[in-house]
Every structure is written in structure tokens, then in C-alpha cells.
């Protein structure tokens, strides 16, 4: 069984910074991209910024220059810090990653079970 656990969501000023932590567990041979999407209600999920097992890292237009996403490839875990927050950046943010549960199987998509994230005064 693959578990995603994220952490570090909350309430934050409006030019504060929050850090999401998201740790994957279980069994598995291979974790691949990982990434952040967001979600707002009635809207659909996008993409905040993926990162490679190599490092390469993509980030959404809308959060350029204010985000950073980082990886820690030996335990397993990617990290978002998020700074100069705008009340548009309020979401609920979900953790995915592409992993090999072993080598009998292919790569997919695993997700975690999102944090809230409000930026608000």
C-alpha cells in the first residue's frame, strides 16, 4: 500500500509564507515526478510545480518567483515553501506522485489527501 501524507497547510497573512511537507510511504521500487496541484470549489485542479528524481523542477505561471518546490530523494518526500501568499493562492493542495510499486508494474499516480492552504487578514 502507497500513502502520500502532507503536512504544514493552515491560515497565513496575506504576504506570508507557508511550507508544505508530503511524504510517501509504503511499498514501492521507484518514485518519479512528483508535484503539487491545487484545487479551488468549482474549479478544476491545476498544477502548482513538479520536481523530477533528478531535480528538474515546473511551476504554474500564476506562482513563479514566490514558490520553491524541493525534494528529498532518501526519504521520499517533496516540500513546497510558499512566500509573498496572495488570497488567490487559497486552495486545498494535494500531493502526487508517479510510482512503481514494483517492477511487475507500471508507474502511476498516487495522490495525498490534500491541506488546506487560506491566505486571509
Known amino acids: 500500500q502507497v500513502q502520500l501524507v502532507e503536512s504544514g497547510g493552515g491560515l497565513v497573512q496575506p504576504g506570508g509564507s507557508l511550507r508544505l511537507s508530503c511524504a510517501a510511504s509504503g511499498s514501492f521500487v521507484s518514485a518519479n515526478l512528483m508535484a503539487w496541484d491545487r484545487q479551488v470549489p468549482g474549479k478544476e485542479r491545476e498544477l502548482v510545480a513538479s520536481?523530477?528524481?533528478?531535480?528538474?523542477?515546473k511551476y504554474a505561471d500564476t506562482v513563479k518567483g514566490r514558490f520553491t518546490i524541493s525534494r528529498d530523494n532518501d526519504k521520499n518526500t517533496i516540500y513546497l515553501q510558499m512566500n509573498s501568499l496572495k488570497p488567490e493562492d487559497t486552495a486545498v493542495y494535494y500531493c502526487?506522485?508517479?510510482?512503481?510499486?514494483?517492477?511487475?508494474?507500471?508507474?502511476?499516480?498516487?495522490w495525498g489527501q490534500g491541506a488546506q492552504v487560506t491566505v486571509s487578514s
Open positions: 502526487r506522485a508517479q510510482i512503481r510499486r514494483s517492477l511487475f508494474n507500471s508507474m502511476r499516480d498516487f
Open positions: 520536481i523530477t528524481s533528478n531535480g528538474e523542477t
